[in-house]
């Protein structure tokens, strides 16, 4: 009897978990599939040589930022939306990520930083920071990349 039980106990967890990456393989399929073909579109355009990342940036509109090289080297990022032309931002001079969160945590009281990513809005290119200040509460901020000034704060949900 106490085989059996211990059979059944083992064979639920492994079911449990086996459910959970399911879950989470086909939650993020839709993410990886639109991140691919953003850097294939870019490279068959030509816009970058060299892809070192990609990720999926949120807004009023859904779109890719795509990071990474041109063939001269220079650091550059292009927004693939899902509807409407591409845009290309030459990063060479512009504020860095990291830049970015020391300007947050600078600023605001950061517990716990949880992303930043690089997207493009009505105001032109921006960072948007996610975290987690000390109170636990989310908060995101989205500052220029053109020169780091504070474009947007949502704070506290």
Known sequence: MKEWMKFIIVFLSFLAVAIVLVILFLGNKPFSEAEQAAVEKVEAEGLLDEVERAYVYSSST????????????????????????????????????????????????????LHTKLGMEEAGAVWEIAFLNEAGRLNYVYLLAEDGTWWKRILNL
């Open 62 to 113: 859904q779109s890719v930022t795509v990071l990474g090289t041109d063939g001269e080297g220079q650091i550059k990022a292009a927004f693939v939306p899902d509807e409407g032309d591409m845009e290309v931002l030459m990063l060479e001079g512009q504020v860095t990520a990291q830049q970015a969160r020391e300007i947050v945590q600078e600023d605001m009281e950061v517990e716990e930083i």
